[in-house]
């Protein structure tokens, strides 16, 4: 695969594929983190800030999103006969 120049690029489609589902994961991960608003601003809900959701799994998915991006950056593309 190369560009218009005849050089060689560094990925190919599957690779930017890889890196949208990196992106998506961790966009997931940020809308849950923020997620929860309270009805009474001057009320603390303590189950709401501190809920399972945004401090397990939200933190979780994106670190899951930054792997996936790592291994989109890492992966080598498969050569083709030609």
Partial sequence: ??????????F??????W????VIVMAIGMLLMAGGKNTDPSV?????VYSTTRITI???LI???????IFAIFRSPKQTAA
């Fill in 12 to 17: 190919n489609k599957e690779n930017y594929k």
């Fill in 63 to 69: 670190l899951a999103g930054l792997a996936i991006e």
């Fill in 1 to 10: 695969m190369s560009n218009e120049k005849g050089t060689p690029s560094i």
């Fill in 58 to 60: 939200a933190p979780l």
């Fill in 19 to 22: 890196m949208l589902l990196g």
């Fill in 44 to 48: 603390f809900d303590k189950s709401k």
